[in-house]
């Protein structure tokens, strides 16, 4: 099993910063990538950034140069997100694509998702 548990969302003002982190724990034998999704009331999830194996980036045309996405500690993937905009409020996703064992196929894995709200 796989688990992974994000935090740091939450209210934050137009134009502040917020920071997400997202862990994975359980039966990993590698990590292939790591990723941010979003969905907004109303809308369809969608791609924020994502980091795979070697440090590779890449992100929404739309956030770049706002949002960074980075790893940190082993297992684990966090979101910088800066000049945050009202139409930034979603629910982020955490998402994994891991081998489990040796010789398994990867697996795609979520989060429970953390709310963020961009409001005066």
């Known amino acids: 099993q796989v688990q992974l548990v994000e935090s740091g969302g939450g209210l934050v003002q137009p134009g502040g910063s917020q920071r997400l982190s997202c862990a994975a724990s359980g039966s990993i034998f590698r990590i292939y990538r790591m990723a941010w999704y979003r969905q907004a009331p109303g809308k369809q999830r969608e791609l924020v950034a994502a980091?795979?194996?070697?440090?590779?980036t890449n992100y929404a045309d739309s956030l770049k140069g706002r949002f960074t996405i980075s790893t940190n500690a082993k297992n684990t993937v966090d979101l910088q997100m800066n000049s945050l905009k009202p139409e930034d409020t979603a629910v982020y996703y955490c998402n994994a694509d891991i081998f489990t064992t040796s010789n398994s196929p990867r697996r795609i894995y979520w989060g429970q998702g953390t709310q963020v709200t961009v409001s005066s």
């Open positions: 980091i795979s194996s070697g440090s590779r």
